[in-house]
């Protein structure tokens, strides 16, 4: 609370909730989740979940391709394509390189995974690929624009209608079906 108290703001003065639904560790949007809905219910306010690739497209508004890469560790990243601010192409979790194959168009590198790959995406697609910088943006206040701007047009769900936007299915799953068939 010291933040609040340092802009000396009293959390019953909070109008609106927002949280990032990922993607990201299932643990972590567990947490961060709970605990935006646990505030949100408790004050009887709205709590609006922002994707962080939305976040991330936002953050370098106005590029007319980007493809949002968050790390999603395993060698793998977390990924999603924008083309004019739209989603072209879906969230998955896949290697670099199959993603890469992909890019025929010039396109802008964002999230915290584009300086891990840096090398390969200049590989792959040449000339074809800015990076952004800074290349992982501090998101926070760009995802209390976008809860901001769904709230004014009339989005205002309760606390339990946020859900985490998981991509990988969860290890126990994984190794589940990765074990033979008896």
């Known amino acids: ?7 000396r703001i009293d959390l019953r ?19 961060g989740i709970a605990t935006m809905q646990g505030l949100a219910f ?20 106005g590029a007319p391709a980007v493809a949002t890469w968050v790390n ?10 924008y083309e004019q601010d739209v989603e072209v192409e879906s969230p998955t979790v896949e290697k670099p390189e199959a993603l890469l194959a992909r890019i025929t168009t010039p396109t802008l590198f964002v999230g915290d995974a584009v300086p891990v790959y840096a090398d390969v995406i200049k590989r792959a697609c040449g000339d074809r690929a800015r990076l952004a910088d800074p290349a992982a943006p501090a998101l926070a206040g760009t995802i209390a624009q976008i809860a901001t701007e769904c ?11 946020v859900r985490p ?18």
Request: hydrophobic share 45%.
């Open 151 to 161: 709230a004014r047009a009339g989005h205002r769900p309760g606390p339990d209608d």
């Open 1 to 7: 609370m010291t933040l609040l108290e340092d802009a």
């Open 13 to 31: 003065d909070i109008d609106l909730y927002a949280v990032a639904t990922g993607p990201g560790s299932f643990t972590g949007l567990r947490i």
């Open 42 to 61: 408790a004050a009887g306010k709205s709590l609006i979940g922002v994707s962080g690739f939305d976040a991330l497209v936002r953050a370098v508004r």
């Open 72 to 81: 999603a560790w395993r060698g793998e990243v977390f990924a999603a394509r």
């Open 165 to 182: 936007l998981y991509i990988r299915r969860p290890d126990p799953e994984l190794a589940r079906d990765a074990r033979p068939v008896r």
